[in-house]
């Protein structure tokens, strides 16, 4: 995934897309208060500098899907591993809750279900079926859409060839509107994230601890 | 059928001086079983080792060669990878490995200790007498005939 | 050379006088502690009826009281350790009266030390998910993560433990059966064994005391050590330090001696074994104390000064934050428990009385349970991305496990010294010289200030 940050004008349409897309819980206002509510993506905003001359720095942060993801060896249940396509995946079923994997990851990008889902009516029939549920004491976060990835692969070899640009959109991508995200397969030389990345604006976060993040951001144009 | 002759003793050296009387008269060593609330640290002449030592060890290696196939075939059988690290991960391998050595070593310890101990099986508790728990100290004799047990019943309780 | 002559009778009268009588105390002691643990199991029952929210962990901040109080607990348990075996293989006569005291602090703290990972669980009914076992989902414990090594670790060593309390316990069990009648009898005897004090017999069971001994010390400092990679394996800052592992076990030994200690002056004063526990022991273990101190300061100081002098952004955050942040009172208070008070009074002659080694532990053991919050928790609460920094405060659930498991440790011991005599009597009695009668004589020579009892 590729992140524009001179794009991003920090509007959050990204964080309720995805919201809706992977039936993430609201979890109330005293529960938010305790530092609970659960935000799959992000936009982290940051202020540079006093006033009158104030920057507002947005950055969309989500899981990075690490090629080395800190998270998980520290699994005491292969709940989360890594797939052969690169994304680090969260098994719900298999989760105990022991939040290990939440504390080793640098990006805090982990979330943790304290308590049991509830969805007041009438969001309870906003739900979308492809995206499981999750339970009470389980750990979730993002899957750059997984739902959609596979769909898209299925389509792929129904038609017989390979996954290209515009076949996955994840929610968040979808959303936004100044176009500040790309998604696609860096694998590919011709796919946009693949150019992209190797824009002299490319930085990754938190380089320096050697996870290997898959998320590229653009950023230092002005 | 043979017959337990037992002996109370109020300390130590009464007990250790009907140990020699005993030897004296030629009662085999073997036959002789010395009780007391308290390891004395007798000589023990003609006593076979204990091999409780090389049963740790062996339990030790035991452990080991489990742990070893545990962590391995199960991470090769579970087959996924968690960040980065290879499938087979010896140095966090080991660390299971260490704990399952130790555990086996516990476990052969105890075991050997109350086989060669003679604990823990019917008929343990014979030729005994409570006043061991006195603090006082009890020689039984074990005697194959009533020769032998009249020797022994004289030196063991005399009067 | 002052002699004290003592039967046999005597000591065993004293000795078991517990096991054989039951106070008031002890019904009060039960039924307080009893108390305790009821109430902690009543707050987990809400937990798990409601879920873990009802805790005060949030995120940033996953662990909290939670991981504080299993740390807390295995080194508690590093007591036994140290005493029974270092002190056994180095042939320290002055351990005798002290051995069973630490090896069931051991046993019990580990116990309770080991319910936290579960405890801690979003979902703890599946907690067995943890333990490999063939099953036909072909899953697999992850033997990577240091949350299984604990596992194994804390395993091995309750096993471990357990086996080297029980085997020196055999002959004091024995001597109850003998002093029984009845279901009691029937009871120890099946305990036991059949136990009958062959010279064999002791032959064979020091033997493998003396194996267990050697075995036991390498697992427990494998076992603190795999707790702190708990924390060492991962990124955060001031979390991945080299220095977690001895630092982990140094402060166990500590906490270990400083709980010791505190069991003692108890015992001593309510089972009135005033001549068995005496000053000579207190001041031993207060010089062990004195020890450990210093090298828990030297840790500490090691640790701090490396972070400070590095100034790396991420791991200075969490630094400030304990040395003049928000979570300064409490650091300074730990220092103030652990080594600032604790030393001066352990290293003066004068000072380190009964009553000053059971105060100074008494302030060491509260200090080791805020420092194992002080390591956790401010480093959870300063992640890398500020914008996700957070705070953290317990709820009553967690304060009620907390105590109650302090209520269940007392509890498990008190019933414990009902059941067995809590000092080792055939190893108390080994350590002194036959008289001709026999008395026992307990020696002392006021030119080595010590006494061999």
């Known amino acids: 995934m590729v992140i524009d940050l001179d794009r991003c004008t920090g509007c959050e349409a990204c964080v309720v897309a995805c919201r809706v897309e992977n039936n993430i819980p609201t979890v109330g206002p005293e529960e938010a208060a305790k530092g609970r509510s659960i935000n799959w993506i992000r936009v982290e905003r940051y202020f540079e500098g006093e006033y009158p001359d104030v920057k507002a720095r947005f950055m969309p942060v989500l899981c990075q899907h690490c090629e080395e993801a800190p998270c998980e060896p520290v699994c005491p249940v292969y709940a989360t591993y890594h797939t052969d396509e690169g994304l680090n995946a969260q098994v719900y079923n298999r989760c105990v809750g022991t939040r290990y994997c939440a504390n080793n990851c ?31 004491g389980v750990m979730e976060k993002c899957t750059f859409c997984i739902q959609r990835i596979r769909k898209g692969e299925d389509k792929a070899r129904d038609e017989r060839r390979e996954v290209r640009d515009g076949d996955v959109t994840p929610a968040c991508v979808q959303t936004c509107e100044t176009k500040a995200m790309y998604f696609g397969n860096i694998a590919d030389p011709e796919s946009e994230v693949s150019k992209l990345s190797k824009s002299n604006r490319a930085m990754r976060l938190l380089d320096e601890l050697g996870t290997k993040p898959r998320v590229v951001y653009l950023n230092k144009g002005d | 059928m043979t017959v337990n002759e037992l002996g109370v003793f109020d300390s130590p050296q009464e007990a250790i001086a009907a140990l020699r009387e005993l030897k004296r008269e030629g009662v085999p060593a073997s036959s002789i079983t010395v009780m007391s609330s308290e390891p004395l640290h007798l000589e023990t002449d003609g006593a076979p080792a204990s091999r409780i030592g090389g049963f740790a060890i062996a339990g030790g290696l035991i452990g080991a060669g489990f742990a070893l196939v545990l962590t391995s075939w199960t991470s090769r059988q579970v087959g996924l990878v968690t960040g980065g690290m290879p499938i087979i991960s010896p140095w966090a391998f080991g660390i299971v490995v260490f704990e399952l050595t130790a555990l086996g070593a516990i476990l052969a310890t105890l075991g050997r200790m109350i086989y060669e101990a003679g604990l823990a099986r019917p008929g343990a508790l014979i030729a005994y007498d409570r006043a061991v728990a006195d603090g006082r100290i009890v020689v039984s004799v074990n005697c194959v005939d009533d020769a032998a047990c009249e020797i022994a019943r004289n030196i063991l309780t005399p009067s | 050379m002052r002699a004290e002559q003592r039967t046999n009778a005597k000591i065993d009268k004293d000795l078991l006088r517990p096991v054989m009588n039951t106070g008031r105390g002890w019904y009060i002691t039960v039924a307080l502690s009893g108390a305790m643990f009821l109430a902690a199991i009543g707050a987990f029952g809400y937990q798990l009826a409601r879920g873990i929210g009802v805790w005060g962990i949030n995120r940033p901040v996953m662990w909290a009281f939670d991981v504080t109080n299993f740390v807390f607990w295995i080194g508690i348990s590093h007591a036994g350790t140290l005493i029974s075996a270092i002190l056994r293989v180095t042939g320290a006569e002055w351990r005798r009266p002290v051995t069973r005291c630490a090896e069931a602090i051991t046993v019990f703290a580990l116990m309770i030390g080991a319910m936290f990972p579960i405890i801690h669980l979003g979902r703890p009914w599946l907690f067995y998910w943890l333990v490999p076992y063939p099953n036909e989902r072909g899953l697999w414990p992850n033997f990577r993560s240091p949350l299984a090594w604990d596992f194994f670790a804390i395993n091995t060593y309750l096993l471990g433990s357990l086996v080297y309390l029980y085997l020196p316990l055999i002959p004091d069990v024995a001597l109850v059966r003998d002093r029984s009648n009845g279901l009691r009898k029937r009871l120890y005897g099946a305990l036991s064994l059949g136990w009958r004090g062959t010279q064999l017999q002791w032959a064979r069971l020091e033997k493998a005391v003396q194996v267990m001994a050697v075995v036991i010390i390498p697992v427990a400092v494998s076992v603190h050590t795999i707790v702190s990679w708990d924390f060492a394996m991962t990124i955060r800052p001031m979390w991945h330090s080299t220095i977690f592992g001895p630092y982990f076990v140094a402060g166990a030994i500590f906490s270990g001696i400083a709980a010791l200690i505190l069991a003692m002056g108890v015992i001593r004063r309510v089972f009135h074994l005033e001549e068995y526990l005496r000053p000579v022991h207190f001041n031993n273990l207060g010089l062990l104390l004195l020890t450990m101190s210093l090298i828990w300061f030297y840790f500490t100081f090691s640790e701090y000064l490396t972070v400070w002098y590095g100034n790396q952004p991420g791991e200075m955050e969490v630094f400030r934050s304990k040395i003049s942040g928000a979570y300064a009172p409490l650091f300074w208070g730990m220092v103030l428990c652990c080594f600032v008070i604790p030393a001066p009074v352990l ?69 414990f010294t009902k059941l067995f005599p809590i000092i080792a009597v055939w190893e ?5 010289p036959f008289g001709e009668h026999g008395e026992r004589t307990i020696v002392s020579t006021p030119e080595a200030g010590l006494e061999s009892a």
């Open chain 1, 106 to 136: 640098p990006y805090t990008v982990r979330f943790f279900n304290f308590f049991n889902p509830v969805w007041d009516a009438p969001l309870d029939k906003a739900l979308n079926p492809e995206v499981s549920v999750r339970t009470g």
């Open chain 3, 347 to 415: 290293a003066f002659k004068r000072l380190r009385t009964i009553r000053g080694t059971v105060i100074a532990s008494a302030l060491v053991v509260a200090g080791m349970w805020v420092e194992r919050f002080l390591i956790i928790v401010p480093t959870l609460a300063k992640p890398e991305l500020s914008f996700n920094w957070g705070s953290y405060r317990p709820t009553w659930v967690e304060v009620t496990l907390a105590f109650g498991t302090v209520g269940y440790f007392v509890l498990l011991y008190t019933v």
């Open chain 3, 428 to 432: 108390y009695k080994e350590g002194l």
